[in-house]
């Protein structure tokens, strides 16, 4: 069983940084692919970026690729979405999540039903 918590959502201007963060408790956090997801009103939960247990694997959407990173510290059992050059259309409430075990190949972790855990969520906001 895995709690987490994320944080770090606001509001921020078009071009703008924000860097999440996703706190993790329970089960070892270093045995769990982690992923972002993303979900504007009236829309499905968008996948953004995963990351390998190791940390040695990355995979994101195309929208996303060259502004967001999601680095991972498994010493702290913390999980980060950092989003630069962010756009109006970023905007949504950002999930975390740990994946199904085993693990697979970081690409696996690409849709909702591939995850097991999930955080409440927390609002960016991006005004143009």
């Known amino acids: 069983q895995v709690q987490l918590v994320e944080s770090g959502g606001g509001l921020v201007q078009a071009g703008g940084s924000l860097r999440l963060s996703c706190a993790a408790s329970?089960?070892?956090?270093?045995?769990?692919?982690m992923g972002w997801f993303r979900q504007a009103p009236g829309k499905e939960r968008e996948f953004v970026a995963a990351?390998?247990?190791?940390?040695?694997?990355?995979h994101y959407i195309d929208s996303v690729k060259g502004r967001f990173t999601i680095p991972r510290d498994n010493a702290k059992n913390t999980l980060l979405l950092q989003m630069n050059s962010l756009k109006p259309e970023d905007s949504a409430v950002y999930h975390c999540?740990?994946?199904?075990?085993?693990?697979?190949?970081?690409?696996?972790?690409?849709?909702?039903?591939?995850?097991?855990?999930w955080g409440q969520g927390t609002q960016v906001t991006v005004s143009s």
């Open positions: 999540a740990a994946g199904r075990e085993p693990g697979y190949s970081v690409t696996y972790y690409d849709r909702p039903g591939r995850f097991d855990y």
């Open positions: 329970g089960r070892t956090f270093s045995s769990y692919a």
């Open positions: 990351i390998s247990w190791s940390g040695a694997g990355t």
